[in-house]
């Protein structure tokens, strides 16, 4: 009939249907998660390191103090970055950063050493083997120096960097759930701090949901592919084995950072230019 409405080929792609985003929820939510994580970290250290005097508290190791210490000033400085874009003092919070991104590699030596520092006294996490409570802690430290480094990656582009920059940060609050009183309700330390995280990751997922902003992962791995030379333009190229994990850390940090831009702010495809030379025998070609 005429008047039937005609039906677009299911072949043809689709344009995708954007939610608007409520920017001032959003400043809220990410507020609102750098003060719970806080909260986070001072309940779980509070017996033994905030309410035992903090540098006067009797760790085992003196590591333990500095590493206390810089972990410490990383969440302050998470609270007060998360508190800057909430007042939209942008200037100060890129000013601040510079200061932060210092932080990450001291946490992440730091962290090695404690670690390393309480296998040799023989310290668990629960039940667990001595092994394994050094292995839990280690994947900690290996994950949160990818994804802070994603983080720095993607500093110009702020739905990524803030989405990397609280998951890095929701990763070390693993510690300070494991030293919640989890025993209370039949769960071993490892289960309550594997809990707690899941928590939180829902939270930041329902938010984004509820936003129309949650990130899609359906090209996570497509997107994260690193480029790849052709044969044609570099013919005696072999790979070399010392790069390897150069290009395993730049997939997976394109990975992470397809994974935390949200499809409506991810920028489109890159194609290779074609050179002059090209272009003109593509020319002449059609000509002929």
């Known amino acids: 009939m005429a008047t039937e409405a005609l039906r677009t080929p299911k072949s043809l792609p689709r344009r995708p ?13 990410f507020a609102g998660m750098a003060v719970l994580l806080c909260v986070v970290v001072f309940i779980g250290f509070s017996p033994t390191y905030f309410r035992a005097g903090m540098l006067r508290a009797p760790l085992p190791s003196p590591i333990l103090h500095v590493h206390g210490a810089v972990f410490t000033i990383w969440m302050l400085l998470y609270l007060v970055q998360s508190a800057l874009i909430s007042a939209r003092r942008v200037a100060w919070h ?7 991104f210092c932080l990450p590699p001291i946490m992440i030596v730091l962290g090695m050493i404690a670690a390393l520092d309480a ?5 668990r996490i629960g039940p667990l083997d001595p092994a394994v409570s050094l292995a839990i802690p280690l994947l900690g430290i290996i994950c949160f120096a990818i994804v802070i480094f994603a983080a720095w990656r993607t500093r110009r582009r702020p739905d990524a960097h803030k989405r990397l920059v609280l998951f890095a940060t929701i990763g070390l609050t693993e510690a300070a759930f494991g030293r919640f009183p989890w025993s209370l309700i039949g769960l071993p330390p490892a289960a309550g701090a594997v809990t707690g995280l899941g928590i939180l990751v829902l939270l930041v997922i329902a938010s984004d949901t509820a936003n129309g902003e949650i990130p899609t992962f359906t090209s996570f791995v497509g997107a994260s592919a690193p480029p790849s030379q052709t044969p044609a333009a570099s ?5 070399r084995p010392c790069m390897e994990p150069c290009v395993l850390l730049e997939v997976l940090t394109r990975a992470l950072i397809n994974a935390a831009t949200p499809a409506a702010q991810r920028p489109p495809p890159e194609h290779p230019r074609e050179s002059r030379t090209a272009r003109r025998s593509k020319s002449l070609s059609a000509l002929g």
């Not at 249907?17 to 939510?29: H, K, Q």
């Not at 013919?235 to 790979?239: G, R």
């Open 119 to 123: 296998f040799h006294r023989g310290a």
């Open 235 to 239: 013919p005696q190229a072999t790979p």
């Open 94 to 100: 890129r000013s601040f950063g510079t200061v932060a």
């Open 17 to 29: 249907i954007y939610r608007s985003v409520n920017r001032a929820a959003e400043r809220s939510f």
